[in-house]
């Protein structure tokens, strides 16, 4: 049984910018898809980015693109997302998840081809 553990949300002014964290127990991150998504109030959890199995492929939401940048580091189990250049409807919890499923190719990926998640952070950004 994996466990995640987000870290780092916060409120901000627009414009601003946050650093998430997401620590995982496990041996290896190798082999693991591991997605950010965020759910706002009254919508549905989205994908914000993801990182396929492989560690080949990085993709991220229109919305998103240019401001956020995802990152993992092996060494440590940890994976970032830098969020910069913060708007109003970035608001939301924001999850780690991570999938066993989606080792070649993760883009548009749905919460239920995850198999283990964070128990979410809180984003604000807000004047």
């Known amino acids: 049984q994996l466990q995640l553990e987000e870290s780092g949300g916060g409120l901000v002014q627009p414009g601003g910018s946050l650093r998430l964290s997401c620590a995982v127990s496990?041996?290896?991150?190798?082999?693991?898809?591991i997605g950010w998504f965020r759910q706002a109030p009254g919508k549905e959890r989205e994908e914000v980015s993801c990182?396929?199995?492989?560690?080949?492929?990085?993709t991220y939401t229109d919305s998103v693109k240019g401001r956020f940048t995802f990152s993992r580091d092996d060494a440590k189990n940890t994976v970032t997302l830098q969020m910069n250049s913060l708007k109003p409807e970035d608001t939301g919890v924001y999850y780690c998840?991570?999938?066993?499923?989606?080792?070649?190719?993760?883009?548009?990926?749905?919460?239920?081809?995850?198999?283990?998640w964070g128990q979410g952070t809180q984003v604000t950004v807000s004047s």
């Open positions: 496990v041996e290896s991150l190798d082999g693991y898809a």
């Open positions: 990182i396929s199995g492989n560690g080949d492929t990085t």
């Open positions: 998840a991570v999938s066993s499923h989606l080792f070649w190719y993760c883009e548009g990926s749905q919460p239920f081809e995850y198999d283990f």
